[in-house]
């Protein structure tokens, strides 16, 4: 690990601990000797980052102390461009131009050393198949899950029955063919999970009472209590 990357790893464990963090912890999280890291200390402090503490006792960063933007180590970088790279390779135009710009917001910013982990990088996602279509645009359901609106839809099940259904959008799940919306279902009084290439027709209405956050917060409750939980995402009936 180079010294930048440890000092931003010094500054990243203190911010994320509410106590005290000794000498000899920060050495053992970063493989490096003590004295390494009594040197890094020092030099930190010595660029007025807001460290308080001794040997000994440990050490604690002040609260509300911010880093630069994107102090990015290379393990980050690589996260990031793997993770746009499967997102520009997906058919939704939005969200695909959106990487794009990130990535190159990013490249223009960082470190020269550190750009052929962005331009030449090392890791690569999965090619993904043609996705379904859906006759509501991605986006639209995006909007409504930010903004706490109800979605009033015509929704085919997977039996081929069609059915009027009024939800309240949690979270939009992706898999390399296909969207999942998860959602409050008015019909069914409960959460159900909806693939987006079944809905015929869909229309954004007013703002349900709960919030985003509140439904959020209980349709995570309601999974914990779900034999499925961790299998994935499966379409409602």
Same mark, same amino acid.
């Given at each position: ?15 994320g601990s509410k106590r005290p963090v000794t000498a000899a912890a920060l050495a053992a999280e970063l493989e490096v000797a003590k004295r390494t890291v009594y040197r890094d200390i020092a030099d930190l402090i ?62 223009d910013v960082i470190p020269e050393h550190l750009r052929p982990f962005i331009l030449e990088p090392s890791l690569g996602p999965k090619p993904i198949t043609a996705e379904r279509e859906t006759a509501i645009e991605?986006?639209?359901? #995006?909007?409504?899950?930010? *903004?706490? +609106? !109800?979605?009033? %839809?015509?929704? @085919? ?6 059915? /009027? ?43 349900? #009472?709960?919030?985003?956050? *509140?439904? +959020? !917060?209980?349709? %995570?409750?309601? @999974? ?6 961790? /299998? ?6």
């Amino acid at each position: 690990m180079r010294r930048g990357e440890r000092l931003f790893q010094i500054i990243q464990i203190l911010r994320g601990s509410k106590r005290p963090v000794t000498a000899a912890a920060l050495a053992a999280e970063l493989e490096v000797a003590k004295r390494t890291v009594y040197r890094d200390i020092a030099d930190l402090i010595g660029q007025r980052v807001p460290i308080r503490g001794e040997a000994g006792l440990g050490y604690v960063i002040e609260p509300g102390y911010d880093m630069p933007p994107l102090m990015l180590t290379r393990d980050e970088l690589e996260a990031l461009v793997l993770g746009a790279q499967w997102v520009m390779g997906r058919n939704e135009a939005l969200l695909a131009n959106a990487a794009r710009d990130l990535i190159a917001k990013v490249v223009d910013v960082i470190p020269e050393h550190l750009r052929p982990f962005i331009l030449e990088p090392s890791l690569g996602p999965k090619p993904i198949t043609a996705e379904r279509e859906t006759a509501i645009e991605p986006a639209a359901i #995006r909007s409504a899950v930010r *903004e706490g +609106r !109800r979605l009033k %839809m015509r929704y @085919r099940t997977g039996t081929g029955d069609e059915t /009027e259904r009024t939800v309240w959008p949690v979270i939009v799940g992706y898999s390399d063919t296909m969207r999942t919306l998860v959602a409050w279902c008015e019909l069914r009084n409960d959460f159900r999970h909806f693939r987006t290439d079944r809905v015929l027709k869909a229309e954004l209405l007013d703002m349900h #009472r709960i919030g985003p956050a *509140e439904l +959020r !917060r209980r349709w %995570m409750k309601w @999974r914990e209590t779900h034999s499925y939980k961790n /299998e994935g995402l499966r379409p409602s009936s």
